[in-house]
């Protein structure tokens, strides 16, 4: 098992940045797809921005251009560098570790709040 813990949330005006980290207990580097997901009260889980192992992204249509994700597998981490934020990017942010050998994990999440 992996136990995944995110940081790095907080209250940011519009137009400003944040960078989410992911910090997992074990290796990472066995886990297919490392991504970031984001929930609103009320609303599904959506996927934000994912990475393989090999490097290959993806991201939702609208973080394109200002969100980046990245991971360290040495260091057991990934991240999303956000800029450009929007008050529709306030959400709680869950990092999630996927593999068919392993399994799927998540993190607690962790609250992005963006003012206008």
């Known amino acids: 098992q992996v136990q995944l813990v995110e940081s790095g949330g907080g209250l940011v005006q519009a137009g400003g940045s944040l960078r989410l980290s992911c910090a997992a207990s074990?290796?990472?580097?066995?886990?297919?797809?490392m991504g970031w997901y984001r929930q609103v009260p009320g609303q599904q889980r959506e996927l934000v921005a994912a990475i393989t192992t090999s490097g290959d992204t993806v991201y939702a249509d609208s973080v394109k251009g200002r969100f980046t994700i990245s991971r360290d597998n040495a260091k057991s981490t990934v991240s999303v560098q956000m800029n450009s934020l929007k008050p529709e990017d306030t959400a709680v942010y869950y990092c999630?570790?996927?593999?068919?050998?392993?399994?799927?994990?998540w993190g607690q999440g962790t609250q992005v709040t963006v003012s206008s």
């Open positions: 999630n570790a996927a593999s068919t050998q392993w399994g799927n994990y």
């Open positions: 074990g290796s990472i580097s066995s886990f297919y797809v």
